[in-house]
């Protein structure tokens, strides 16, 4: 026979205290508020390849300037900055719908190998960004011939 801790049942007020927290992260999720992520940021989808010799990202910016997209290589993190700007959002009228989102992006993936930061190459075409990280000479995949004997 196991011995089981008795608790005595929560107080109503740890109750109370955690629908409180739980609703604040809901509304904290849904207008924005600094810290939370919410269904109206911008975050870019990320493809990333491996081949033997490089990682290739690619990632969607559909209406972001190739000015506005920074890439940064420290170590075997490679990190995507930018900005989606609202469009229209000087001009006069009334909106009748706004779905789309924009805002500032960062996006951070770890390789998990030496890469050359030195011979990284990045370019941007219809909306795509593609950044080519070539592996460092001791990361890459070689095969040793077996011998007889």
Not at 37 to 48: E, H
Not at 127 to 143: D, H, M, S, T
Request: negative net charge.
């Amino acid at each position: 026979m196991a011995i089981i801790r008795w608790m005595p049942p929560s107080p109503p007020l740890r109750d109370l205290v955690t629908m409180h927290e739980e609703m604040n992260r809901l509304f904290d999720d849904a207008f924005g508020r600094p810290g939370a992520r919410s269904a109206f940021d911008f975050v870019p989808v990320v493809d990333i390849e491996e081949t033997a010799e490089q990682f290739v990202v690619r990632m969607d910016l559909p209406g972001v300037s190739q000015k506005d997209v920074k890439v940064h290589v420290m170590g075997d993190t490679l990190t995507i900055r930018g900005e989606r700007k609202q469009e229209g959002a000087e001009k006069d009228g009334n909106w009748l719908r706004c779905e789309r989102s924009h805002g500032t992006f960062e996006r951070s993936f770890t390789l998990g190998a030496p890469v050359r930061a030195d011979q990284v190459k990045a370019t941007y075409r219809d909306g795509v960004l593609e950044v080519g990280v070539p592996k460092a000479e001791e990361a890459r995949l070689r095969e040793v011939e077996v011998k007889i004997g």
